[in-house]
T-cell receptor, first 110, second 114 residues
Framework: GQQLNQSPQSMFIQEGEDVSMNCTSS?????WLWYKQDPGEGPVLLIA?????ELTSNGRLTAQFGITRKDSFLNISASIPSDVGIYFC??????????FGQGTRLTINP | GAGVSQSPSNKVTEKGKDVELRCDPI?????LYWYRQRLGQGLEFLIY????????KSGLPSDRFSAERTGESVSTLTIQRTQQEDSAVYLC????????????FGPGTRLTVT
């Protein structure tokens, strides 16, 4: 089946640093989403991207929908301790199903 | 209002036993999804319900897995004759019609098969 490749798989950064992660696919998606998952919780939607080339911000988060519709990136500026968690990208397949990446685990050293 | 709830939060069962996992979606959400998340992995789609339409079962890994939903409310995921490889977190999500990408997830049920 379709797969999304996320990189890096894990990141260890200092508090205050900026973070960048990306997601690529061999297939085209018409909607890209970024989720964050805290331990013991379900994923929470951070940003949704609906149009190729679109750049969207949500506070310190910025995400872009690649022009080829096969990739997306997520940036976090000035990281804080509560940014710790696993970040997943997801592509909408057809009208209803989401295909998820393997996740990027973010660890922040205070 | 209340979010998506799932029960039990944890389930330990012996290999070969059947288990039932429950999901209560957000009230008014017509779409309901089940996913499986193995340790350190992303989410795998299992099954999708939309209103009274026939469910999309294309992600169910074997005939030991089945799910039901009563109307637009509670759903149960049943795994028969559990195997150790079934150990995972099972996540449920719901969304409103026309916004299927804005899925709201429950906290999941952690299933351990011994």
């Amino acid at each position: 089946g379709q797969q999304l490749n996320q990189s890096p798989q894990s990141m260890f950064i200092q508090e205050g640093e900026d973070v960048s992660m990306n997601c690529t696919s061999s297939s085209i998606f018409n909607t890209w989403l970024w989720y964050k998952q805290d331990p013991g919780e379900g994923p929470v939607l951070l940003i949704a991207l609906y149009k190729a080339g679109e750049l969207t911000s949500n506070g310190r988060l910025t995400a872009q929908f690649g022009i080829t519709r096969k990739d997306s990136f997520l940036n976090i500026s000035a990281s804080i301790p509560s940014d710790v968690g696993i970040y997943f990208c997801a592509g909408l397949q057809g009208a209803q199903k989401l295909v998820f990446g393997q996740g990027t685990r973010l660890t922040i050293n205070p | 209002g209340a979010g998506v709830s799932q029960s039990p939060s944890n389930k330990v069962t012996e290999k070969g036993k059947d288990v039932e996992l429950r999901c209560d979606p957000i009230s008014g959400h017509t779409a309901l999804y089940w996913y499986r998340q193995r340790l350190g992995q992303g989410l795998e789609f299992l099954i999708y319900f939309q209103g009274n339409s026939a469910p999309d079962k294309s992600g169910l890994p074997s005939d030991r897995f089945s799910a039901e939903r009563t109307g637009e409310s509670v759903s149960t995921l049943t795994i028969q004759r559990t195997q150790q490889e079934d150990s995972a977190v099972y996540l449920c999500a719901s969304s409103s019609t026309g916004a299927s990408w804005e899925q709201y997830f429950g906290p999941g049920t952690r299933l351990t098969v011994t």
